[in-house]
């Protein structure tokens, strides 16, 4: 079992330095189960560090993890590679898990500086741009290799899912805050 979960933790890490792939991970069910709740409790972790009580919650982590899945589910489907959905999604919340706890919490601090009308130290604000732009760098990597496309198609798919992802739940932030 440990030697199993070993041999996983190197295989992402072989995808964050760009060296595998998706492909290289097993095709299972369970571990995605497995992975997107560890990704889940990275975020809750990570978010109850620099978020106010009331800027935690489960719905939005649980909506942002349903939206994404559900977005590769039936663009893989549509592009007629829903074998790979599996593998794909895994890697994706595997990468997302070990980037959060260090980009989540930078992230914070610049939108707590910029809201304070502070200037964020220049060293800070590029460990966190190098962090942000490494995991867009990677999740474009395993979307090219999940639908074969060239990489100006995958980032237009991770910034398309992300910009639906925000919108949906504004739209839903929205209705559910003004009932009227």
Not at 33 to 41: L, Q
Not at 44 to 68: H, K, L, R, S
Not at 87 to 113: E, G, H, N, Y
Request: charged share 10%.
């Amino acid at each position: 079992m440990l030697a199993n979960l070993r041999a996983l933790f190197v295989v992402v890490i072989d995808i964050i330095r760009f060296k595998g792939g998706p492909e290289n991970l097993p095709t299972s069910t369970t571990l995605l189960a497995c992975v997107v709740a560890a990704f889940a409790a990275a975020t809750a972790i990570a978010a109850a560090q620099v978020a106010t009580p009331a800027q935690q919650g489960w719905p939005a982590e649980v909506f942002g993890i349903v939206v994404t899945l559900v977005w590769y589910q039936v663009s893989l489907r549509n592009a007629k590679k829903r074998e790979r959905f599996v593998q794909t999604m895994t890697a994706w919340f595997a990468v997302r898990a070990l980037f959060v706890p260090a980009v989540l919490p930078m992230s914070a601090v610049i939108l707590a500086d910029l809201a304070a009308h502070r200037t964020t130290p220049l060293p800070f604000a590029l460990a966190t741009a190098v962090l942000s732009l490494w995991l867009l760098a990677i999740e474009v990597r395993i979307i090219r290799g999940a639908f074969e496309w060239p990489t100006a198609g995958a980032l237009g798919m991770v910034l398309a899912q992300e910009f639906a992802t925000a919108l949906l739940f504004g739209i839903l932030l929205g209705l559910t805050s003004n009932p009227g």
